[in-house]
Protein backbone atom coordinates (compact mmCIF):
# COMPACT_ATOMS: atom_id res chain seq x y z
CA UNK A 1 0.00 0.00 0.00
CA UNK A 2 1.15 3.41 -0.79
CA UNK A 3 0.21 6.85 0.21
CA UNK A 4 0.82 10.00 -1.81
CA UNK A 5 0.19 13.20 -0.36
CA UNK A 6 0.34 16.62 -2.10
CA UNK A 7 -0.78 20.49 -2.17
CA UNK A 8 1.20 21.94 0.65
CA UNK A 9 2.66 25.23 0.14
CA UNK A 10 3.03 29.06 1.80
CA UNK A 11 -0.50 30.74 1.81
CA UNK A 12 -1.11 34.11 4.28
CA UNK A 13 -3.34 33.60 7.02
CA UNK A 14 -6.86 33.62 6.46
CA UNK A 15 -6.25 31.93 3.07
CA UNK A 16 -6.99 28.16 1.59
CA UNK A 17 -5.02 25.49 0.71
CA UNK A 18 -6.15 22.02 -0.72
CA UNK A 19 -4.56 18.45 0.06
CA UNK A 20 -5.39 15.12 -1.46
CA UNK A 21 -3.76 12.18 -1.00
CA UNK A 22 -3.67 8.87 -2.82
CA UNK A 23 -3.68 5.44 -1.81
CA UNK A 24 -2.85 2.41 -3.87
CA UNK A 25 -1.87 -1.32 -3.59
CA UNK A 26 -5.20 -2.52 -2.78
CA UNK A 27 -9.18 -1.31 -2.88
CA UNK A 28 -10.28 0.70 -0.03
CA UNK A 29 -13.83 0.30 0.36
CA UNK A 30 -13.72 -0.02 3.90
CA UNK A 31 -10.96 0.85 6.65
CA UNK A 32 -10.37 5.09 7.51
CA UNK A 33 -7.85 7.64 5.95
CA UNK A 34 -6.72 10.51 8.61
CA UNK A 35 -4.77 13.16 8.25
CA UNK A 36 -2.25 14.15 10.66
CA UNK A 37 0.05 17.15 11.36
CA UNK A 38 3.42 17.61 13.10
CA UNK A 39 4.43 20.79 13.88
CA UNK A 40 8.22 21.91 14.96
CA UNK A 41 9.44 20.90 17.62
CA UNK A 42 5.69 19.37 18.39
CA UNK A 43 4.28 16.03 18.29
CA UNK A 44 2.47 14.53 15.78
CA UNK A 45 -1.56 15.31 16.04
CA UNK A 46 -4.73 14.12 14.68
CA UNK A 47 -6.49 16.60 12.96
CA UNK A 48 -9.42 14.67 10.65
CA UNK A 49 -10.22 11.29 9.77
CA UNK A 50 -12.94 9.95 7.37
CA UNK A 51 -14.50 6.27 6.88
CA UNK A 52 -13.85 4.90 3.70
CA UNK A 53 -17.39 3.48 3.96
CA UNK A 54 -19.96 5.65 4.70
CA UNK A 55 -18.16 8.71 4.82
CA UNK A 56 -18.20 9.45 8.72
CA UNK A 57 -15.99 11.94 9.59
CA UNK A 58 -14.27 12.92 12.77
CA UNK A 59 -12.31 16.71 13.38
CA UNK A 60 -10.14 18.01 16.15
CA UNK A 61 -11.68 20.61 18.15
CA UNK A 62 -8.43 22.72 16.87
CA UNK A 63 -9.95 22.53 13.05
CA UNK A 64 -13.45 22.11 13.16
CA UNK A 65 -15.56 24.36 11.31
CA UNK A 66 -12.34 25.46 8.99
CA UNK A 67 -11.18 21.84 7.55
CA UNK A 68 -13.23 19.64 5.55
CA UNK A 69 -12.47 15.97 4.66
CA UNK A 70 -13.78 14.42 1.95
CA UNK A 71 -13.58 11.17 -0.48
CA UNK A 72 -13.55 9.79 -3.62
CA UNK A 73 -13.49 6.16 -3.07
CA UNK A 74 -13.42 5.72 -7.18
CA UNK A 75 -10.11 7.21 -6.98
CA UNK A 76 -9.01 6.04 -3.78
CA UNK A 77 -8.37 9.70 -3.19
CA UNK A 78 -9.06 12.01 -0.08
CA UNK A 79 -9.13 15.63 -0.04
CA UNK A 80 -8.66 18.14 2.87
CA UNK A 81 -9.86 21.53 2.42
CA UNK A 82 -8.31 24.07 4.69
CA UNK A 83 -10.09 27.41 5.14
CA UNK A 84 -9.38 30.69 7.23
CA UNK A 85 -5.29 29.55 7.93
CA UNK A 86 -3.39 30.27 10.76
CA UNK A 87 -0.03 30.41 11.92
CA UNK A 88 -0.84 27.67 14.00
CA UNK A 89 -1.59 25.35 11.54
CA UNK A 90 1.91 25.28 10.26
CA UNK A 91 3.17 21.79 9.89
CA UNK A 92 3.98 18.68 7.67
CA UNK A 93 0.93 17.16 6.91
CA UNK A 94 0.87 13.57 6.88
CA UNK A 95 -2.44 11.46 5.10
CA UNK A 96 -2.52 7.89 6.66
CA UNK A 97 -4.66 4.65 6.38
CA UNK A 98 -5.50 1.76 8.81
CA UNK A 99 -6.04 -1.51 7.60
CA UNK A 100 -9.78 -2.67 6.59
CA UNK A 101 -12.23 -2.24 8.96
CA UNK A 102 -10.16 -0.10 11.17
CA UNK A 103 -11.08 2.32 13.62
CA UNK A 104 -9.74 6.10 13.29
CA UNK A 105 -8.92 5.77 17.18
CA UNK A 106 -6.68 3.25 16.43
CA UNK A 107 -3.51 2.23 14.76
CA UNK A 108 -2.55 3.96 11.17
CA UNK A 109 -0.31 1.27 9.67
CA UNK A 110 0.50 3.04 5.78
CA UNK A 111 1.71 6.48 5.90
CA UNK A 112 2.49 8.79 3.07
CA UNK A 113 5.63 11.03 2.69
CA UNK A 114 4.00 14.15 4.43
CA UNK A 115 3.68 17.80 2.43
CA UNK A 116 4.64 20.93 4.04
CA UNK A 117 2.13 23.69 4.76
CA UNK A 118 3.31 27.20 6.02
CA UNK A 119 0.93 29.88 7.31
CA UNK A 120 2.44 33.20 7.26
CA UNK A 121 1.04 35.84 9.35
Known amino acids: VQLQASGGGLVQAGGSLRLSCTAS????????MGWFRQAPGKEREFVVA????????YYADSVKGRFTISRDNAKNTVYLQMNSLKPEDTAVYYC???????????????WGQGTLVTVSS
Open 50 to 57: IYWSGGRT
Open 25 to 32: GRTFSSGV
Open 96 to 110: AATRPYGDYRGQYDY
